[in-house]
């Protein structure tokens, strides 16, 4: 076995002639001698040669954003750019809970607070909490709103609440108020000069729920509103809706005024009438005529 060995690493290292001759004249022109160890040795410097070459070229060249399914260097920036956006987006939503949280703070009547908000490598430490102390300014504002001066929330309320219930109301129709609410003499409501055809609308969303004609008053409807609230409308000519019709403010109800001249009590102004809870209220503390 060791014989054999033996003749086996000379054949391998035993160097051979190689030589080129001239094909004229037989006169040798280049040799060298090689062996089988020679040759292979060659072989493995080229190959790692060219892995090193390859190597090279992947890593300070953009070949290697060419190749499929490696992540380049174009990658490598569009994912550190993602992760500074996201980083300044949790940031953002880290301002954006304290925020919230002192509103809801000022919103039960407490004092915001001040968050020290850290970040420590990947985790976000929020240190103790410091009070913001109120001041004198903050506690006057705050008497003159909360309390029924002249300013306060509650007055203001009131002033566009008819009996305290918040209204936005339309005017019915276009014109001069030439009669105005005076309950001691038997008006409940304003007379609003109106040209002839002119179209009557509902003050507010309601349901119709009186329409009838009356000889002193000519037609009259009746719409009834949230919150007990109805509105009262007279001398009409024409009516649009029926009892139980669901309509929206603005929305034509009927016309002001006498067509022909023969309908009976249909030709004074427009009579307009709010009452609130089976009470009348002035309609001009709630409607801009």
């Known amino acids: 076995m060791r014989d054999m060995f033996n003749r086996w690493w000379r054949a391998f290292v035993e160097k051979h002639r190689l030589s080129i001759s001239s094909p004229d004249d037989g006169t040798e022109r280049w040799y060298m001698y090689i062996s089988p160890a020679r040759i292979l040795t060659g072989l493995v410097s080229l190959v790692l040669l060219i892995a090193v070459a390859v190597v090279i070229l992947i890593i300070y060249t953009p070949l290697m954003d060419t ?41 039960e009547g407490k004092t915001p607070v001040i968050r020290d908000v850290t970040r420590m490598g990947d985790s976000v430490e929020i240190r103790d909490r410091e009070l913001v102390l109120r001041s004198m300014a903050d506690s006057l504002l705050r008497a003159s709103m909360e309390g029924t001066g002249e ?12 009996g305290g219930t918040v209204r936005e109301l339309t005017p019915p129709a276009g014109g001069l108020v030439q009669s105005r ?108 005529f």
């Open 151 to 162: 300013y306060s929330l509650a007055a203001s309320a009131a002033a566009v609440r008819p």
């Open 67 to 107: 190749i499929p399914g490696y992540p380049g260097r174009r990658s490598r920036e569009l994912l550190i750019d993602n992760i500074m956006r996201l980083d300044s987006l949790q940031r953002e939503m880290e301002h954006i809970t304290v925020y919230s949280d002192n509103i809801a703070l000022i919103m």
């Open 181 to 288: 609410f005076s309950p001691v003499d038997g008006r409940f409501g304003v007379e609003i000069a109106t040209a002839a055809n002119q179209p009557v609308v509902a003050v507010g969303d309601g349901s119709v729920v009186l329409s009838v004609w009356t000889p002193s008053d000519g037609h009259i409807v009746q719409i009834q509103h949230l919150d007990n609230l109805i509105s009262v409308y007279k001398h009409l000519s024409q009516v649009s809706h029926g009892v139980g019709v669901r309509l929206k403010a603005g929305e034509i109800i009927g016309v002001a005024g006498s067509v022909d001249g023969n309908v009976p009590g249909s030709t004074g102004p427009l009579d307009f009438e709010l009452w609130y809870n089976g009470t009348p209220v002035d309609p001009e503390n709630h409607i801009v």
